[in-house]
């Protein structure tokens, strides 16, 4: 008879530890961090790479987030998007990705495919914080000023909420 409760009580905690488990992948967190691409060249094109401050900041972005561990690094097609997470990309081997910016479904279908990872995605100015705002189902942000370029969004995803934390590098 003990033998047989224990078997019992093993199972059922078995059953809760697997039940939790469950619960838990469906509830994954998911972080999605957003920056703003780093200071650009004013060489009077549409598509100009960055600066020697924006190459300094790219640089301090790949340390801040070299021990991070990515699932995959998104950015638009643009130089100035593309030179900010170069060196983070090839400090941990992964190829930038391109998306098309401000295509929310596009957007949703990223996350969904990321469920339970953290990715970084590149952005401009009006761009990071639409994204954000999308996310997070409300009006939070304003567009960024054409000299704000320190700013990191970290959105925390589950299925029951989204929390924003906003840090500057």
């Known amino acids: 008879?003990?033998?047989?409760?224990?078997?019992?009580?093993?199972?059922?905690?078995?059953?809760?530890?697997?039940?939790?488990?469950?619960a838990q992948d469906t509830n994954a967190i998911t972080t999605v961090i957003f920056v703003r691409?780093?200071?650009?060249?004013?060489?009077?094109?549409?598509?100009?790479?960055?600066?020697i401050y924006g190459q300094e900041r790219?640089?301090?972005?790949?340390?801040?987030?070299?021990?991070?561990?990515?699932?995959?690094?998104?950015?638009?097609?643009?130089?100035?998007?593309q030179q900010t997470v170069k060196p983070l990309a090839a400090a941990l081997n992964l190829e930038v990705k391109e998306y098309p910016p401000l295509k929310l479904d596009a957007l949703d279908q990223l996350v969904i495919d990321q469920k339970g990872k953290t990715i970084l995605i590149v952005g401009h100015s009006n761009t990071v914080p639409a994204m954000v705002n999308h996310l997070l189902g409300e009006e939070k942000l304003e567009q960024l000023s054409e000299n704000e370029y320190d700013k990191i969004f970290m959105l925390q995803i589950t299925d029951n909420q989204t929390q924003l934390l906003q840090l500057s590098f």
């Open 1 to 22: 008879m003990f033998k047989y409760h224990s078997l019992v009580l093993i199972l059922c905690l078995l059953g809760s530890t697997l039940t939790t488990a469950l």
């Open 58 to 81: 790219a640089a301090r972005l790949a340390q801040l987030l070299h021990l991070t561990e990515l699932a995959g690094i998104y950015s638009t097609p643009f130089n100035r998007t």
């Open 37 to 51: 691409h780093a200071e650009k060249a004013d060489d009077g094109t549409r598509n100009p790479p960055l600066n």
